[in-house]
């Protein structure tokens, strides 16, 4: 029994490394996209919200890039 738990705990492990960190969409119930695969909620916005981000691409890199040090 043992050594069973031991197989079935290292097969588990085996699965959650396994697993990639695959990015996904759905549309909520309230016409909102969300984004699931950054974190262990989904980040949610309506379209206009995902336009207005899409639009900002260049600002947001380059504010990652002044603030490199800062961020994790």
């Given at each position: 029994m043992?050594?069973?738990l031991e197989r079935l705990r290292a097969e588990n492990e085996a699965l959650?490394?396994?697993k990639s960190k695959e990015i996904t969409f759905k549309v909520g119930?309230?016409?909102g996209m969300s984004l699931y695969?950054?974190?262990r909620f989904?980040?949610?916005l309506y379209k206009s919200q995902w336009?207005?981000?899409?639009d900002a691409v260049e600002e947001i890199?380059?504010?990652i890039k002044i603030?490199?040090?800062e961020l994790k």
């Open positions: 043992k050594s069973e959650k490394k396994s119930q309230k016409g695969g950054l974190g989904p980040v949610t336009l207005l981000l899409l890199r380059n504010f603030h490199d040090e």
